[in-house]
């Protein structure tokens, strides 16, 4: 699920970047590319979103925080902060808001993501954060009350690399409130047999659980309120014809996100989430998150805290319904939808709707590639089913609804604010700002 972030600009109100690959019209007012415009705040400079490669010069794009073993339990205002107030001090700020208009708020010790109406778009306008640190490898627990209250609500906990496209993640959508889905996407590849889910044992809408997913170089695993579901090895997910590990290894951040699966116009999405999702004017969806806690890894930076949970041992592997094997069920390898170069359009979407970085209309996250289009994406043969596990007393719940791809991960939003007046002195435009991640 692409959490790529589309941008919907007035005319005229960013430095319209050249269109060469090899060029740039960056300034140094203006010194942040990204998808065809530049700019100087967080949404152009963050790693992860700003391409190095057409910015105005080799240290334009801010580098990455690295990681930062820390729980974080929401009870201070300053622990989210809208992406545009940002300054880039990873230490001052541990989330950023990345939806204008900001949809997140701190209270009674817990960060709430809303979903609200928007009657323009006809669907829902939710919340995705990321961690201003990034994390490769380590440990991540964020105890989590879902939103999965009515069909077509999406509620997610991922990590993410959108620069590369690898992705580890938990969602649950709202007419399955007991159930789980875990998943992980190699480069964007759309691979359905990564998905597997899970029966919780209970409504995960009504209580908080703790979700945890241990990232080692060598396995991932994925563990409800200290239960391991599922357990990945790296070694099982070699692709033959690829000459390849399919396995996410790439920096990335830790993403939480709500949006409307339900209303965003992609088939196969609908089909996924529920369809369609029910609204009023006054109706409002809040996902609520207690506590993060992030763990590092020996080798990543901010803090080398090294404290990765090994996954409980079972002697019974994971089984799962026809079709939904990790062991691919073709030699033809998945084709990545998301590789569009188009400029974004003032509603979010690109001209040809393909879903990453042209950011589709079904998509948001906080992390995939095309909407239902999957039709020209087939399953790759990573081969990964004999090397899982599960200790966990529930076998995986039926997917015959499955997502239909990696992107759907935060549903795409559209909304607008008021400009940013240009400081004195600094010659730049004034700037009205939409995010609407692709998930």
Known sequence: MSRLWALALTAGALVSAASSASESTCNEWAPCYREGYC?????????????????YNSTSCWKPEGCLGQTVNFDSSSDVVPVK???????????VSVFEPDNTKIEDGKLVLDMTYDSAQKKGFGATVHASHTIQYGTVTARIKTAAIAKGVVSAFIIRSDQVGDEIDFEWVGKEPNTVETN????????????KYFDIGGDSSADYHDYTIVWDPDFISWAVDGKTLRTLKREDTYNKS????????????VGLSIWDGGNSGAEGTEEWAGTPTPWTDSTVYQMFVDSITIKCSGSDLANSESDT??????DSQQTSDAGSSDAGSSDAEASDEGSSDATPSDDGSSDDGSSDAASSDDN????????????????SDNGASDGESSDYSAEPTSDDSQEPSGTEGSGEQSSTDSPVEPSPGTGKCKVVTVVRPIQ
């Open 309 to 314: 949970v090994e996954p409980a041992s079972s």
């Open 242 to 253: 690829a000459k390849e590990y399919r396995f996410p290894a790439a920096e990335g951040r």
């Open 39 to 55: 700019d100087a705040n967080a949404m152009f400079c963050m790693w992860d979103l700003c391409d190095a490669t057409k910015s």
């Open 184 to 195: 992980f996407f190699y480069h964007d590849i759309l691979n359905y047999s990564n998905s």
């Open 85 to 95: 107030q940002f300054s880039g001090n990873p230490n001052t700020n541990a989330f």
């Open 364 to 379: 948001a996250s906080d992390a995939g590639s095309s909407d239902a289009g999957a039709s020209s994406a087939e399953s």
